[in-house]
């Protein structure tokens, strides 16, 4: 699951955590792996937030292309490497 927390970078001047799993509910991260996937042409169904199979499917076919371990899971990782892909290519 996404955790932030907030009141700990406040105290520490640390970022916010983030953990890698994320559950099959809606949240930010899912919503811009959804928008970075339809940008790159893989199309994760209704962008919403919510992991779907269409999401899931377009998350397979994106690691299968950039040569990732295909397992279909939204994850802080699988968001930066739609990043970068959007860095390199117009």
């Known amino acids: 699951m996404l955790t932030d927390f907030p009141d700990r970078a406040a105290v520490t001047g640390a970022a916010p955590v983030m953990t890698d ?10 919503l811009a792996i959804q928008k970075h996937l339809a940008v790159a042409g893989f199309d994760p169904g209704p962008i919403d937030g919510i992991p779907g199979r269409r999401t899931t499917a377009a998350i397979r076919a994106f690691q299968s292309s ?3 371990s295909d397992d279909g899971a939204p994850s802080l990782c699988l968001y930066q490497a739609l990043v970068r892909r959007a860095r390199v290519c117009p």
């Not at 799993?21 to 899912?30: C, E, F, K, M, S």
Request: overall charge neutral; aromatic content about 0%.
């Open 21 to 30: 799993a994320v559950a099959a509910a809606p949240g930010p991260l899912i």
């Open 66 to 68: 950039a040569g990732l």
